[in-house]
């Protein structure tokens, strides 16, 4: 009864730019964090960024000065801005969300399906 669905992704050379979208729907109360994860081939999904309702942010050291994150809380959206793309940022990145979908509720944790970024001349 929640979705969250990823756009944006695709392929870009070194040093280009990319911007993710993922708008929560369905039965929505109310959002606390969001945040992006990645996962390279092989690899462990890790964190990027996260921010809070508020707007306090959190970053991986690896994408700090590059990537930017944000979020419209009258859309039920977060972005990522990612700049200065390197070939290591290649992964299927994961929009996530903790969601109440009552009043004083729990908080739920919801993925989305993942989108494909490719960094590659």
């Known amino acids: 009864q929640v979705q969250l669905v990823e756009s944006g992704g695709g392929l870009v050379q070194p040093g280009g730019s990319l911007r993710l979208s993922c708008a929560a729907s369905g039965n929505i109360f109310t959002i606390g964090a969001m945040g992006w994860y990645r996962q390279a081939p092989g690899k462990q999904r890790d964190l990027v960024a996260t921010?809070?309702?508020?707007?306090?942010?959190n970053y991986a050291d690896s994408v700090k000065g590059r990537f930017i994150i944000s979020r419209d809380n009258t859309k039920n959206t977060v972005y990522l801005q990612m700049n200065s793309l390197k070939p290591e940022d290649t992964a299927v990145y994961y929009c996530?969300?903790?969601?109440?979908?009552?009043?004083?509720?729990?908080?739920?944790?919801?993925w989305g399906q993942g989108t494909q970024v490719t960094v590659s001349s």
């Open positions: 921010i809070t309702s508020s707007g306090i942010t």
């Open positions: 996530n969300a903790d969601i109440a979908t009552r009043f004083l509720g729990r908080m739920y944790d919801y």
